[in-house]
């Protein structure tokens, strides 16, 4: 998207994707954003620099979900904005998208200390935050990165290796998506094999945001072994 791009408060963008956008919808969504940026329901927000809210366009039809902000992420406001970030936005490129058509956020909007797991009580003290975003960006196609967002979204123990490219349909918050379950960025970066799987699974983005909500497909998956608690890791 050339020219116009425009950061606003809450990690809102404006492009010209943005100009068919309700004024009033981007209000609703910049007004939670200043909500959350306030929120202290966990541990987390002791910790933190800033909440990471999310970026990208408000009514996106496709929305990426990752685990929690890390060290770049906490002190720059902003989601994925590192090496896998950058190879986000080269997959992105890759079926003709940018960051400024999609929305990407995070799990948890505060950076864990050290990098660390997410904790139960966290988790559940901020999905409602997730859930009320996809409720207000509306998106058809909810795409999971890693390990740790596949399962909470999902609700199945079921690995990434064994689900990534296998997209279900879900009812996230109030709203019936396309969940589709993608290996991290981070995963890929220096394993090539990993990226030639990333890339081939984006490349089925576009037939899901073509398609009206399918049925849940007949998944032959096989429940990997539970991990040890601390260890959902991006894998
Ligand atoms: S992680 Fe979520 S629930 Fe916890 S303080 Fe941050 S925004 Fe609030």
Known sequence: MAGADRERPGGVVDSPAVSAVPVEHVDELQAYAAEVAACTRCR????????VFGAGN????????????????????LPFVGQAGKLLEKLLAGIGLSRQDVYIVNTLKCRPPG?????????????????RQIELIQPTVVATLGNFATKLLSGRPLGITRVHGHEQTTTLGSREVVLYPLYHPAAALYTPAMLKVLESDFARIPELLGRALVPEPELALVAEPAPPAQQLGLF
């Open 44 to 51: 987390l927000a002791q910790g933190r620099t800033q909440v």
């Open 58 to 77: 408000p009514r996106a039809e496709l929305m990426f979900v990752g685990e929690a902000p890390g060290f770049h992420e906490d002190k720059q406001g």
């Open 115 to 131: 990098n660390r797991d997410p904790q139960p009580d966290e988790i559940e003290a901020c999905e409602s935050h997730l859930f």
